[in-house]
């Protein structure tokens, strides 16, 4: 009963997003038909510029995974990684409500199929997601001083703190056995309460605690691992913050501070978070056009640069070389799996 509200509750969400954007559209049809139109007069070197940058993006997020995944004696190519984000990507925005849930665990088969086995695999998902959420906070704490809104920047270094805090809590836990057995429990809790709202994972929660641990006490996190993780979170962000201002500039918007586009940019990823729609289709453009009129861009070349920056973060190129890529690894699989890092040592 439950799980019908929730899909009932979220089904009313998309419809409202999408009757308000087609409210929003129709009011301003004459200024979205000058936007498509001023596509011609785009600066090209800019929009490749643009391309260029998302590609880093996502190159950037495929080596946190493989540095998490290395911590884990886990090895895969950067190239496996790479497509197979890709791949869930192109899912994610294109299957509406669950399309997220599918991109994640499709990344998650993706690594087992490269040869990393289940705790490594879930646990490097979980991993890059906090990165993630870390290295955020610090784009959202610019963009809120460079306004001038002290609280907000302060909320957002709060909530890196409180989980690099976190981490550091379990590492020290990790080195007695008190510490193991606290979070056996705790493991054990959050999984009987996960199994509880959405019924997995499957299996009994003290047996999948121990497997989540025993992966954890494996991972070799040597003084370098964090750094890396944290550079490579931290380039995923702020290459897409160039993303958004080159699209600025290839559609002629040129006199906007960083700090206004930082504001731009995280109302597009906050509209991203809390719709839902895949990939925020609909929220994301009006809270967009929204943020660029309040800093003073109004007219065609804002829809202009918003369709710019909207199309090329869809990835559909790069997603649909991907799948091309799986389709000629699966006609053409070898003995040694494509994903796995070849170890020439070995005889």
Known sequence: MKSYWKASVRALLIVGIVAGTAVAIYSQRATIGDGLHDVRYLNWAWVAAVSLTEILSMLAMAL???????????????????????????????????????????AYQRFREGGVDAGAASLALTLAGIVSAVTLAPVVTAAAVLSGNPAASASGLLG???????????????????GRVRLLRLIAFFLRCSQRVIRRPRGQADVLAQAVLATVQRMRLGRSVLPRALLWGSINWWADVACLAFALRAAGITDLSIGKILLVWTAATGAVSLSPTPAGIGAVEVAMAAALTAAGVKGSHAITAILVYRVTTFKGIGTLGSLLYHHRGVRHGTANHPGRVRDDTTS
């Open 64 to 106: 946190l995974y493989q540095t998490l995944l290395g911590a884990s004696q886990a090895r895969l190519t950067v190239t496996w990684i790479l497509t197979s984000s890709y791949i869930a990507n192109g899912i994610s925005i294109s299957v509406p409500v669950v399309g997220a849930g599918m991109a994640g665990r499709l």
């Open 160 to 178: 890196a703190i409180a989980l690099l805090a976190g981490a550091a809590v379990i590492v020290v836990e990790l080195r007695s056995e008190r």
